[in-house]
């Protein structure tokens, strides 16, 4: 098969009708892509498995799920092992070795694209003036986007061989393209209202 965004952008609303998961799948995306660029990689390749790492979350929302049984759909549907392998490894449970630039951008991009989409949505200007310092006060705070494990966002980024500061920056910037898509509001909004 030929491996395209479109073909993946197909796979994952097929099997995904919430708005708030199809914009988790766009955060991460972005964040990967930009990584992959960053990296000189594939940025294909690495597109596709950020969209989709998430794509059976609606059908198997428990970890004793997935995403381990999404991987024989995406099999099915032709993926290469490549990107079914590299999807298996943003899961902890699954404790499989994030051996690769990607699946380390993968993880790494995971929580972080959603704390920082977390910080956009409750701040007036979204992320346009969001700085490393005020997500990092958020990381501080438990009961703020509690879901998101705060010990995979350190660890990750170290994993990553990133400074946690540099790394939020990067996700902003990577993030700011697509605000409206993620249904964040910026500066324009804030001078219109
Ligand atoms: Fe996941
Ligand atoms: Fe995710």
């Given amino acids: 098969m030929e491996l395209t965004r ?3 952008w197909d796979t994952l609303t097929r099997h995904t009708e919430s708005e708030a998961l199809r914009r988790h799948a766009l955060a991460v ?8 660029r960053r990296f000189g990689e594939d940025e294909e390749l690495w597109g596709v498995v ?4 998430d794509f059976d979350w609606e059908m198997h929302p428990t970890l004793d799920q997935h995403p381990q049984d999404g991987a024989p759909i ?3 549907e032709g993926y290469p ?3 079914i392998e590299a999807i298996l490894s943003h899961a902890e449970h699954l404790s499989l070795p994030r051996d690769t630039p990607l699946k380390k951008a993968l993880f790494a ?8 989409h977390a910080c956009g949505l409750v701040r007036p200007d979204g992320i346009d003036t969001l700085t490393p310092k005020s997500v990092k006060k958020k990381l501080k705070q438990p009961s703020f986007a509690a879901g998101v494990h705060r010990e995979d966002v350190y ?3 170290d994993e990553l061989g990133v400074e946690l500061d540099e790394h939020i920056v990067f996700v902003i910037d990577a993030l700011r393209p697509i605000a409206p898509e993620l249904g964040l509001r910026t500066a324009a909004d804030v001078v219109a209202s």
């Avoid at 995306?29 to 992959?36: D, L, N, T, W």
């Avoid at 991009?109 to 920082?116: A, K, R, T, Y």
């Fill in 50 to 53: 950020a969209l989709l790492h």
């Fill in 29 to 36: 995306e972005a964040s990967v892509r930009a990584y992959a």
């Fill in 109 to 116: 991009c995971d929580e972080l694209s959603g704390f920082v």
């Fill in 6 to 8: 479109d073909r993946a």
């Fill in 155 to 157: 660890k990750s980024a």
């Fill in 81 to 83: 092992v490549e990107v």
């Fill in 74 to 76: 995406l099999r099915e």
